[in-house]
């Protein structure tokens, strides 16, 4: 089963960074592209930042110039590094691998998600 886990997440005041990291585990055979989407309270989840195995990067308009995404292939791992923050980043960020695992089809794998609190 691939396995996808967050981490980085935490308290930061705003204007400060913060890094996340994600990485996938397990029988992969092929990954797709990566990326961060993440979920506010009260509010539906929507997409923050993805890449593809290409390097091809693609950020929402509230994240441009802030957050930058970046992958290892060699290690499966996705980061977010996240800069500037805003009270209105605050949200449980959740990242996603489309990958294509032995003997299973294509599809997206999710992890936990990482809480981040942008607060002074």
């Known amino acids: 089963q691939v396995q996808v886990v967050e981490s980085g997440g935490g308290l930061v005041q705003p204007g400060g960074s913060l890094r996340l990291s994600c990485a996938a585990s397990?029988?992969?055979?092929?990954?797709?592209?990566m990326g961060w989407y993440r979920q506010a309270p009260g509010k539906q989840r929507e997409l923050a930042a993805t890449i593809t195995n290409g390097g091809t990067t693609n950020y929402a308009d509230s994240v441009k110039g802030r957050f930058t995404i970046s992958r290892d292939n060699a290690k499966n791992t996705v980061y977010l590094q996240m800069s500037s923050l805003k009270h209105e980043d605050t949200a449980v960020y959740y990242c996603y691998v489309d990958a294509h695992a032995f003997l299973n089809s294509r599809s997206d794998y999710w992890g936990q998600g990482t809480q981040v609190t942008v607060s002074s």
């Open positions: 397990g029988p992969i055979f092929t990954i797709y592209s």
